[in-house]
């Protein structure tokens, strides 16, 4: 994520818009990755230190229970909560 961060910068980006999709949660059940809710956190808080007006598009997530829980987590770490 830092490598790709650091192309959006030098970019020149002045907007970021972030594709959220938390499918890539350990218990969503078509999903091989292993990411906590606490990996969704620091998501966010990576993305905040870029500085950018930034706009979060809701995508994908199949274990129902916790699709609210890790968004949730990533704007918290995005908001610095």
């Known amino acids: 994520m830092n490598s790709a961060l650091a192309v959006i910068l030098k970019s020149g980006a002045e907007t970021m818009v972030v594709s959220l999709g938390v499918d890539a949660f350990a218990g969503d059940p078509i999903s091989k990755f292993q990411l906590q809710m606490s990996d969704y ?41």
């Open 41 to 81: 956190a620091r998501l966010g808080q990576r993305l905040r230190q870029t500085g950018l007006p930034t706009l979060f598009v809701l995508e994908g997530g199949y274990a129902v229970a916790e699709i609210g829980h890790n968004v949730l987590a990533t704007l918290q770490g995005f908001e610095g909560c």
